[in-house]
């Protein structure tokens, strides 16, 4: 388990967000990032996606408060020894959920490696 003061996991997100490629990004419109120390009714997952993906939205999706991606930082810290595994897995996350809001199904991220 590695303990990052909440500064430096924000700015693990920030650097995670930043990579995303420019035509994604441009497109991610109504939703936000929230950082938490765990999920309420299931403590040990490392992200969640909360919303109407892309794929599934209708032509007149609108009027709804933005989606979330949030992603939890004691979950994460438990499953990693270092700093660097720490920057890599809050990467894969935020990936992660960030296609579950594209609309990218689970068996499909983690061919993609984004676990």
């Not at 997100?13 to 497109?27: C, G, K, S, T």
């Not at 938490?36 to 999706?61: K, S």
């Not at 810290?77 to 920057?87: G, H, I, K, R, Y």
Request: charged fraction near 25%; aromatic fraction near 8%.
């Amino acid at each position: 388990m590695v303990h990052v003061s909440d500064e430096v996991f924000d700015d693990m997100v920030n650097d995670a967000l930043d990579l995303i490629p420019e035509e994604f990004a441009r497109r991610m419109g109504n939703v936000v990032v929230l950082v938490g120390d765990r999920n309420e009714d299931n403590p040990e997952i490392l992200g969640l996606y909360e919303g109407v993906a892309l794929t599934e939205r209708t032509f007149d999706h609108t009027g709804y408060l933005p989606d979330t991606i949030s992603i939890y930082k004691g979950a994460l810290e438990d499953v990693c020894d270092t700093e660097e595994q720490l920057a890599h897995e809050v990467m894969v996350t935020v990936f992660h959920e960030v296609g579950h809001y594209f609309g990218i199904e689970e068996d499909q991220l983690h061919h993609l490696g984004w676990g």
